[in-house]
């Protein structure tokens, strides 16, 4: 008698779909609310702005409603913490009020895994995990050690238990999670995946960096790799585009995917997110490695990808009847932040004494962070909110509302967003339509509104 594998056995524990993922299982009519980054530095729902209001309806009116928690919430007067020497750019904190502000949004599912997770140090991370659990909002990608920080979160729904996997791409070095090893304790982290990049330029350029790698004192004889070349700690390799090029960390990919297949054992449907400003606020296109990896997490058993971290609109797919937003860019950048750090006024040559925390942050958005541009580019106040439906467990339809954060409106109002008016709303959606496309995505504009529909499955 033929006894099945292992393998085997395990698989027919769970519900497969035709395209060999593990199958979605929400009741009709599931909603997801998907936007992307959350810099906001004050509650907004009691404030005066009826545009803002039009959209928090939008937020309430779904299952699961997530977004990137990109800023720490406690009270600076009596923190016991103190801002790092190393911070993901900016000092990004919050009162306390803005927990219950959220939840009154429709948040219920956010992200923490990101380069701001850490701005205020593990104290900072620890009280604004302990807000949102106050204000039942799961959110996932920070823990005490790596196993924490990189499993499963769950929401409860009518239609469905979520599970939520962060994890970051961009993060500042001693932010990394990791397990306990031998006599040596885990430590307290976000949930990374590390990235090797590479400099790719043509082969010409290549032979003479080579030459200067030669000429060094500390260059090793006899060595030489006709692919790739390590100058001053960067690898360069020869293609025909010039550009950046990033291999995952198998490791990291392993526990990520491992992640992703059990919260959807355990749960309904799954969302993987990743926070990652690579190759850089610069470019509208993702990085090279994203595409395939996001489709091994929908393979794993993801039911929808969701990228931030560029800060501004990057194109959609959609793979295996799963959603793929490769950057949902800004929801709220209200970043009225106070107070900013004394390294801050540092890196913008600006004196505590005699400048005010405001005129810091102005610079800094003016000046953008490190060598990427800052935020006093229009584009960067350009986004959408998604709304994704799912029927007979299948997407079958993504409605796509574009949103404008007030560039144009003076520092102390701008970030909020609104509907965009109709002229501005058409200039954002045939924008997402044109880095959509090479993916084969099909983006129907109709009374402002973008709409990408599904036929029904014959599966």
């Known amino acids: 008698m033929n006894r099945p594998s292992e393998e085997n056995s395990v698989r027919q524990e769970f519900a497969y779909d035709a395209a060999g993922s593990i ?17 906001v530095t004050r509650p907004l729902t009691k404030g005066q702005d009826q545009g803002f209001g039009v959209l928090v309806k939008i937020l309430r009116n779904a299952d699961v409603t997530f977004g990137n928690m990109e800023t720490n919430i406690f009270d600076v007067r009596t923190f016991k913490g103190s801002p790092q020497a190393e911070y993901g750019g900016a000092y990004h904190v919050s009162l306390p009020e803005l927990g ?3 939840k009154a949004m429709g948040f219920n599912l956010v992200s923490y895994a990101n380069n701001h997770a850490f701005d205020w140090g593990l104290e900072g991370m620890r009280e604004t995990s302990r807000v949102l659990d106050e204000n039942g909002i799961v959110h996932a990608g920070v823990g005490e050690n790596l196993a924490q920080a990189g499993a499963p979160r769950f929401l409860e729904t009518t239609r469905g238990r979520v599970a939520l996997v962060s994890f970051a791409t961009s993060f500042t070095p001693m932010s990394r999670a990791c397990d306990p090893a031998g006599g040596a304790p885990g430590r307290p982290g976000l ?3 590390r990235l090797k990049r590479s400099t790719v330029i043509p082969a010409e ?17 006899n060595r030489d790799d006709l692919d790739a070349v390590v100058l001053a700690g960067v690898t360069y390799r020869s293609g025909a585009k010039a550009g950046y090029s990033y291999q995952p960390d198998p490791r990291d990919v392993r526990a990520i995917l491992r992640n992703v297949r059990q919260g959807k054992q355990f749960g309904d449907f799954c969302i ?6 690579e190759p850089g606020n610069w470019s509208q296109e993702p990085p090279d490695y994203e595409q395939s990896f996001a489709h091994r997490l929908i393979d794993a058993g993801a039911d929808a990808y969701i990228g931030h971290g560029p800060h501004r609109l990057r194109g959609i797919e959609i793979y295996k009847r799963r959603p793929i937003f490769y950057s949902l860019g800004n929801f709220i950048m209200d970043d009225l932040r106070t107070p900013v750090g004394a390294d801050m006024f540092d890196a913008y040559g600006r004196d505590p004494r005699s400048h005010t925390d405001a005129e810091v942050t102005v610079s800094e958005m003016s000046e953008g962070y490190r060598t990427d541009p800052g935020f006093s580019d229009p584009v960067f106040y350009d986004s959408i909110v998604t709304v994704s439906r799912f029927e007979k467990n299948q997407l079958t339809e993504i409605r796509l509302y574009p949103i404008d954060l007030g560039h144009s409106k003076r520092f102390a109002n701008r970030g909020v967003p ?4 109709a002229p501005q709303a058409n200039v954002i959606l045939e924008r997402l339509k044109a880095m959509s496309k090479p993916f084969g995505t099909h983006i129907a504009i109709e009374d402002d509104t973008g709409i990408i529909e599904l036929p029904p499955s014959s599966s």
């Open 23 to 39: 199958a979605t299982n929400v009741a009709d009519g599931f909603t997801m609310v998907a936007v992307g980054d959350l810099i």
């Open 100 to 102: 219950p502000d959220l």
């Open 191 to 193: 949930n990374s995946l």
């Open 205 to 221: 350029m290549l032979k003479g960096l080579r030459r200067v790698r030669s000429a060094l004192p500390d260059s090793i004889p």
């Open 272 to 277: 993987a997110t990743n926070h990652g400003h």
């Open 418 to 421: 609104r509907l965009a008016p």
